[in-house]
């Protein structure tokens, strides 16, 4: 029997979602239910953008895993309504799928696919992934160049990918930054500019 994934679902899953957002806000002294609030406030994204994103995450991840189960390791991350992929999958068809599946989600304005094409990357190489994410975070925030939450940052096997709404000189710092944290590989923009 298919498991039933509904609305009540997305219900428990979406406030989950909304507080790991949170981190950064966190990380600066404000509590998760406020963080939340306080998120949207500082991000140039419209609040209806901010949970347009959201959703689009949760059909994306669902479509995914109903097409692929187990089959391919893929994240999903929407920024402004322009998706990432990344991730493995074991064939170029599975990968052009992906593509397909995302674009089919109502108001999606475009999707950049990085997957690569290979075995799922361990769970050392995506807890290693983890913690040069939280360095790049951390590093953002000391630096006080920009409004941290801003640029959403996405690390897959050492390569950085940063997402936003930024203007130049927010992106060449952030990148300067992201590019000379230890294990970084490579850094990947996927920057919309406001100049």
Same mark, same amino acid.
């Given at each position: 029997?298919?498991?039933?994934?509904?609305?009540?679902?997305?219900?428990?899953?979406?406030?989950?979602? /909304?507080?790991?957002?949170?981190?950064?806000?966190?990380?600066?002294?404000? @509590?998760? @239910?406020?963080?939340? @609030?306080?998120?949207?406030?500082?991000?140039?994204?419209?609040? @209806?953008?901010?949970?347009?994103?959201?959703?689009?995450?949760?059909?994306?991840?669902?479509?995914?895993?109903?097409?692929?189960?187990?089959?391919?390791?893929?994240?999903?991350?929407?920024? #402004?309504?322009?998706?990432?992929?990344?991730?493995?999958?074991?064939?170029?068809?599975?990968?052009?799928?992906?593509?397909? /599946?995302?674009?089919?989600?109502? #108001?999606?304005?475009?999707?950049?696919?990085?997957?690569?094409?290979?075995?799922?990357?361990? /769970?050392?190489?995506?807890?290693?992934?983890?913690?040069?994410?939280?360095?790049?975070?951390?590093?953002?925030?000391?630096?006080?160049?920009?409004?941290?939450?801003?640029?959403?940052?996405?690390?897959?096997?050492?390569?950085?990918?940063?997402?936003?709404?930024?203007?130049?000189?927010?992106?060449? #710092?952030?990148?300067?930054?992201?590019?000379?944290?230890?294990?970084?590989?490579?850094?990947?923009?996927?920057?919309?500019?406001?100049?």
């Amino acid at each position: 029997m298919r498991p039933i994934f509904n609305q009540s679902c997305l219900l428990m899953i979406f406030p989950l979602l /909304l507080l790991t957002s949170c981190a950064p806000m966190v990380a600066v002294g404000v @509590g998760a @239910g406020a963080g939340t @609030g306080a998120m949207v406030a500082e991000d140039r994204r419209t609040s @209806g953008i901010f949970i347009e994103d959201e959703s689009i995450e949760l059909k994306g991840s669902k479509r995914l895993y109903e097409q692929f189960d187990n089959q391919a390791h893929i994240n999903i991350t929407s920024f #402004n309504r322009i998706v990432l992929l990344t991730g493995e999958v074991p064939t170029e068809t599975m990968k052009e799928e992906a593509s397909r /599946l995302i674009r089919s989600i109502e #108001n999606v304005r475009n999707v950049i696919n990085e997957i690569t094409i290979g075995e799922k990357s361990s /769970l050392g190489s995506r807890s290693n992934d983890t913690f040069i994410t939280s360095k790049v975070k951390s590093r953002f925030l000391a630096s006080g160049k920009f409004q941290i939450n801003h640029i959403k940052i996405i690390t897959e096997k050492g390569v950085v990918f940063l997402l936003g709404v930024v203007k130049r000189a927010e992106a060449d #710092n952030a990148t300067e930054i992201a590019r000379s944290t230890s294990g970084v590989v490579k850094v990947v923009k996927v920057f919309e500019y406001l100049d």
